[in-house]
Each structure stands twice: as structure tokens, then as C-alpha cells.
């Protein structure tokens, strides 16, 4: 069984910068992924890394500003986050996977979840 608690999160203004940590217990996680939600819309994909941390995805509207990385040292994920923009506001999760089947921007591929941190924006 695998745990994954989140931290990081908080009240940041526009053009800000915050950094995402995903730390798992139980057993070393293959891929890892950042998803968020905000109010009254779908979760998404925002970010993917492999378990060596040598492929990496994004989703368009985060490139260039968001940066995936992981310490496999201590089997911790995490999300930098610059430039923020008042429409990055959300709930963003972490999720760890160990079979690497299905795509990496599906929510469904996952099989551990963090239980969720806010992210405020403000402008």
C-alpha cells in the first residue's frame, strides 16, 4: 500500500512561485503525476515524470513555468511552480502509479492519490 501526502500549497499573488512536495511511504513509486481541479470544473493533467525522472510531460498552459521533478532518494515527487496566474487557483493532487499502463495524462492510470492541496492565486 502506498500513501502519498502533499504539502506546499498556500496564498500566492500573480507572478509568484510555489513549490509542490508529494512524499510517499510504503514503496517506491514508478510514475508520478500532478492534477488539479478547480471549482466546478474537470481534474487535469498538469504534469508527469518517469520513474527514472528522465521523461518528462506537461500540459501547453503550464510549459515553461511549471517544472517536474522527483528524489528517489527519499521517494518524494515535487512541483515548482513561477510565474503564476490567477487561473493556476486549484486543488492540485499528486498520484503515483506501479503498472505504467494507461496514458500518463489519464487520471484513470493512477493508483494512489494525495488527499489534495489548495493553490491561490490571487491577482
Known amino acids: 500500500q502506498v500513501q502519498l501526502v502533499e504539502s506546499g500549497g498556500g496564498l500566492v499573488q500573480a507572478g509568484g512561485s510555489l513549490r509542490l512536495s508529494c512524499a510517499a511511504s510504503?514503496?517506491?513509486?514508478?510514475?508520478m503525476a500532478w492534477f488539479r481541479q478547480a471549482p466546478g470544473k474537470e481534474r487535469e493533467f498538469v504534469a508527469h515524470?518517469?520513474?527514472?525522472?528522465?521523461?518528462?510531460y506537461y500540459t501547453d498552459s503550464v510549459k515553461g513555468r511549471f517544472t517536474i521533478s522527483r528524489d528517489n532518494a527519499k521517494n518524494t515527487g515535487y512541483l515548482q511552480m513561477n510565474s503564476l496566474k490567477p487561473e493556476d487557483t486549484a486543488v492540485y493532487y499528486c498520484?503515483?502509479?506501479?503498472?505504467?499502463?494507461?496514458?500518463?495524462?489519464?487520471?484513470?492510470?493512477?493508483?494512489?492519490w494525495g488527499q489534495g492541496t489548495q493553490v491561490t492565486v490571487s491577482s
Open positions: 498520484a503515483a502509479d506501479m503498472t505504467y499502463s494507461g496514458a500518463y495524462y489519464a487520471h484513470t492510470s493512477y493508483d494512489y
Open positions: 510504503g514503496r517506491t513509486f514508478y510514475r
Open positions: 515524470i518517469s520513474r527514472g525522472g528522465g521523461s518528462t
